[in-house]
């Protein structure tokens, strides 16, 4: 996101500081994104090429010298590629290459078709994409291609195609490079149904009522949910859009509802584009994924955490509330803040950081549960959450167990930090490893993650750093037992060997980005490797979704796991379940602990310890959990193995679900599956749906009807009553379907209510329905940010801002309605662009920005292309009002450029 060039996309140098005086509340979420770097023949592969009269001579110098989000500028000139990382460097989805400028007017237009930018050595599947960034392609017979370009375009095509299991086999698995992981399948980006140009992060969710996993993946312009029901072949259940960005990141929360007798989980989205907290429905899984709220909490944030809860099940740890945490928004200077999840689909404020400063600034974060003595040394408490926050430029510590407020516990930074991104702990909890997002690039460092021991949580230190055999930058990274997983860019996933957290060792790897391994930013953005089957997914920025198998826990100290995943019990009976370590030398132990699902009567752990085997002792071990006649008559909970010592690994299954008692032959019961509907006076039918809940057994049939309030029956909407029937074993949803009637009259929002009677749900028996009156809708306010010339060949971005004076979801149309035919990207998103004709040309663009009841404001606006080259004002048509901000913002730049 860059809203300093939203309104002026060809003047960033001139307007910078006007955009600074005048968008305070815009200010970017992180200092890590959205400068120019500049590329001249004549200039010089030193410094950080940010200066426009101090160029860096090649391509490749000035991308490796920048961060996610910028651009780098290339002057009038020849450059031949010379390998395969000129070419990705060139062609980088998160830091864009454009060609045409000049740097006698200091980078200020571009212009390709006076500025030639030329480029030799392109293989053929390129040369359309360069050309449309700003470049003149020659490929003649006196531009020699690189050695092994024609090995590299078949090497691309196959990343853009999905793929089946190809297992490790001599340090490959079909075209990827690997070591000790097997592709299980691979989902390219074109086989998205929201035809993204790259993704971003990944989380996991284990459906608890079914077992079924499911991978939900971060892409550029929203989120999509695929079902590994079959992980060989993913299916891809749902997709929710979004704004157009590169950063979007994704955590679950999953809890048992009582009343339903079933699981529950959302998931909830972040990103640094428009889109607000996006909270997503994943109740009808497979079936469908809804968007049930953007949440108001922030419009963008860099990042979103989850802390008390297991990140294999989602759910909560025992006698905790799971609270979620918000980094790097805008506000407070991107300091975390905390919102409570009691009602899942609305986040409460707990803890705001209201005096936080941009020297704050929380880029990620991650927590853990401390009940040592530490907790009393460090924090005055029997039990301490410890949140760990990358600032940037060091790691902090915060004791935040008292959840609407936290307590500065330690503040470190290390040598040659540059960029403290992220990190995770070990699950012995003495250690922390830290990801530098820049150290590489700026340091000349191979991959290095750095390793901190927190013993005392008031003075931790750093006790080593893992170097890895390439240049690739390590972004995000998690730990299951003794491996810890880690996106590692443009080498792909990388799995250490944690076994000794002081002194990690590289246990494997699988390169999605086979082409190279250098410090930018391509390949692998996120990683999740909690799946109960032990699989891993990754999220390739480049190519998509990879659904891989760990292969590096083959150990000579062993492997363990639970003799069975699942287990019943009589009510009051205890579990005594075996753990099994099949083979292995050396004397080794693992830790076990308990999650209570539902019907357990206590907020504490039932219990947790840990098993030992002798050198050579084989037998397996058992794990005893009392029993109690107090719980419910049906109850569950889970047992998970955790921090295996000694060189021991984890096997699959590693997490236990026992249930205890038998949920009786029930009827069950209906309800609402929401408890509020919006409809549209103006939109036509709407299905609403109905589920049968906590049993199946024998027939069962409910009445519906309408009770009038604001809104009447027969007048307002269609009169709907009726019934509803299941049979013996049936447990479809069923449907309602509600129709309002569109009238003339100018009428305030109302209201009525669908009730349900017979065997119901208390809590779901009853559906609000709201009708939103079309003739009392207000249209949506629209500003346009456009340049009104630009030179011919230019890149050009368009950028739209709509707000609705009704609080209604707005959608994006763009057209061109006249001149010289262009293809416009990305028109139904906020912002569009495309490439000016190669001539002189008059284009007229409209907008069309409307709400969610169909009432829309249309704006319309010329573009002047010139064969020559020109300075670029900046204009904005507005939809109504002195256009606030912004139009003092463009006086403002007018009045510089005066000066100037």
Known sequence: MSHRLTFCPFKFSQFTLAASLLFSAAAFSHAEHDRARFVAPTGKDAGRCDSPVRACQTISYAVQQASKGDRVLVAEGRYAIQDADDLFYLTSKLVPVLGGYNKFDHFLDQAPGINNTILTGVPEAYIGQLQLQGFVVVNDGFSQRFADSAALEQTQQQLQQSQGPTPCVDGKAGIYPCKNIDLVSHVALADISLKPGAANDIWGHTDLNTGTEYAIIGLDNGTAVFSLADPAAPKEVGAIAGSRTSWRDIKVLQFYDNSLARWRAYAYVSSEGSDNVQILDLNQLPGSVRLVAADKAVTSAHNVYISHVDYTTNSALDGLEPTLHIVGQKAVGGAFTTYGLKNPEALTPYYLHSNGLRSD?????????????????????????????????????????????????????????????????????????????????????????????????????????????????????????????????????????????????????????????????????????????????????????????????????????????????????????????????????VGWETLNGFGISQTTQLGKGRLSWAADDHADKEILVAGNTQWAAHASYFVRLFDPQNGLTLGAPSYHQVTVGSAAAQQGAAGFQLSTVTLEENGGPVSVKIGRFAGSSGALTVSYQLKDDSAKAGMDIQQSSGELSWADGDTADKSITLTPIDDSLLENEEQLTLQLSGTVVTDRASLLVKIRDNEQNRKPEVKVGFPTEVNAGAQVTLKAEGTDPDGDALTYSWTQVSGDSVTLSNATTDSASFIAPNRDADLQFSVSVMDSRGLGTVVTFSVKVKGTVTTTPVNTSSSGGSGGALGFAVLLLALFRRRS
């Open 361 to 589: 600034y929380t880029h990620d974060a991650a927590s853990m549960v401390v009940d040592d003595n530490r907790a009393q040394q460090g924090c005055q408490r029997n039990s301490c959450t410890v949140l760990m926050d990358f600032n940037e430029q060091s790691v902090r510590l915060w004791d935040i167990t008292t959840l609407t407020g936290a307590g500065a516990l330690a503040d470190l930074t290390y040598p040659q930090a540059s960029y403290v991104h992220s990190g995770w702990w070990s699950e012995d909890k003495r250690f922390v490893f830290i990801h530098d997002e820049l150290d590489e690039r700026d340091h000349g460092l191979n991959t290095t993650v750095r390793v901190m021991n927190v013993d005392n949580l008031k003075q931790p230190v750093i006790v080593k750093e893992w170097t890895g055999p390439t240049g690739a930058i390590d972004h995000n990274g998690y730990t299951r037992g003794n491996r810890y997983y880690i996106s590692n860019y443009q080498r792909g996933t990388t799995i250490l060997d944690i076994t000794n957290p002081a002194n990690p060792v590289e246990a494997g790897f699988f390169d999605s980005f086979p082409s190279s391994d250098n410090a930018a930013f391509n390949g692998v953005w996120g990683t999740y490797p909690y799946l109960p089957s032990g699989l891993v997914i990754s999220a390739d920025i480049n190519s998509g979704l990879f659904v891989l198998r760990d292969q590096t826990k083959q150990s000579a100290a062993g492997q363990v796991s639970f003799a069975a995943a699942a287990s019943s019990l009589k009510a009051g009976e205890a579990a005594v379940l075996k753990v099994r370590r099949p083979a292995g030398s050396g004397a080794v132990s």
